[in-house]
């Protein structure tokens, strides 16, 4: 059984930063490309970004390129989501994805993850 748990969501300022982290326990973390999603009020579910299994390799979201960075410690069996000048537009409620399929490229599509976590709130204000 896989688990995943974020933390580090919360209430900030806009241009402000936070740091999402998402711990997995269960199999061996290694062997799944990691993916981050969002979802606001009202709105469907997006892909955020996502990182090859050892982080070699990272694709994201057009609105989110150049602020957000994805990573991970193999080690701490942690993903990251490092966010950097937050907008209002990227409150929403924030997930962490696990791929465990061979697949030849990262998916930004939420049925190619087949483990998830709760969420964690982000709510940047303006």
């Known amino acids: 059984q896989v688990q995943l748990v974020e933390s580090g969501g919360g209430l900030v300022q806009a241009g402000g930063s936070l740091r999402l982290s998402c711990a997995q326990s269960?199999?061996?973390?290694?062997?799944?490309?990691m993916g981050w999603f969002r979802q606001a009020p009202g709105k469907e579910r997006e892909f955020v970004a996502a990182a090859s299994r050892i982080g070699g390799t990272t694709h994201y979201a057009d609105s989110v390129k150049g602020r957000f960075t994805i990573s991970r410690d193999n080690d701490k069996n942690t993903a990251y989501l490092q966010m950097n000048s937050l907008k209002p537009e990227d409150t929403a409620v924030y997930y962490c994805a696990a791929d465990p399929t061979l697949a030849p490229s990262l998916s930004s599509s939420a049925t190619q993850y087949v483990y998830w976590g709760q969420g964690t709130q982000v709510t940047v204000s303006s």
């Open positions: 269960g199999r061996a973390f290694g062997r799944f490309r």
